[in-house]
């Protein structure tokens, strides 16, 4: 088996992506991907329409984004998605438009004022400190099936080179499964946050909401301008006087 990494193809690659992804985070179960990618109801069906709805979505955010790219890694053997990623290749400061995305994969109730407050605390710290152009990692999942292959790492080594040609930082935000990989390759963590809604007199929808995706803890991790980086001496741009 040789697992290989490629750009994906957009017009034909999203419906197994997305199944793919779904596949990712259901073993071990993540409870914070109902935030991004919900299944709204039980059973088979309500699965299928998620995946299906997943995969619309991400194929309407690639088009519609500029410095959106997404890879895949194949198993060449049978041609099966063993992983992806999707990155932002941001030449600019991603946050000078200071838009905020709305949240239509939740219906129009307090359920969807609490998944607009969760995005907004997850995406904070980053807003804050990472007004660089940068190379950003939004996600990177790997199959069940093909974990401890090497599959993250490919797609890992591919944003790090492209941010040493680039000559800028990296970040990403990171959940605790993720984290000793980033670690073993140099990330540092710059904050720990705990996505904790708050609303007054929460009704039964907002209720759902929290219990479906829970109070996730997230590491905003940092990537300096190839990967230089001594405690101490380093300087964090955002620290800049």
């Known amino acids: 088996m040789t697992l290989k990494l490629l750009e994906i193809d957009p017009e034909t ?37 998620a995946i299906a709805e997943g995969a619309a979505r991400l194929r309407s955010w690639h088009t519609e984004d500029p410095t959106s790219y997404w890879q895949k890694v194949v198993d060449t053997s049978t041609g099966h998605i063993a992983g992806a990623a999707l990155w932002n290749i941001c030449k600019e400061d991603p946050f000078a438009e200071g838009h905020q995305m709305e949240v239509t994969w939740f219906p129009n109730d307090k359920s969807r004022h609490f998944v607009e407050q969760f995005l907004q605390i997850y995406e904070e710290p980053r807003a804050r400190v990472g007004r660089r152009p940068q190379v950003y990692l939004f996600i990177l999942f790997t199959h069940p099936n093909y974990r401890r292959q090497g599959a993250a790492q490919q797609c890992l080594n591919w944003g790090m ?81």
């Open 161 to 241: 080179n492209k941010a040493d040609e680039m000559g800028v930082e990296m970040f990403l935000d990171s959940t605790p499964v993720g984290k000793p990989l980033y670690e073993a390759n140099k990330f540092h963590v710059i904050e720990k946050t705990v996505i904790i809604p708050q609303v007054d007199n929460p009704d039964e929808k907002w209720k759902e909401a929290e219990k479906k995706i829970g109070h996730p803890t997230w590491w905003l991790m940092w990537r300096p301008v190839r990967g230089h980086y001594e405690e101490g001496v380093t300087m964090k741009p955002w620290e800049k006087n």
């Open 13 to 49: 690659d999203f419906p197994d992506i997305s199944r793919c992804m779904f596949e990712s985070h259901e073993t071990p179960v993540q409870p914070f991907f109902q935030a991004f990618f919900p299944t709204h109801g039980h059973g088979d069906q309500a699965r299928e329409d």
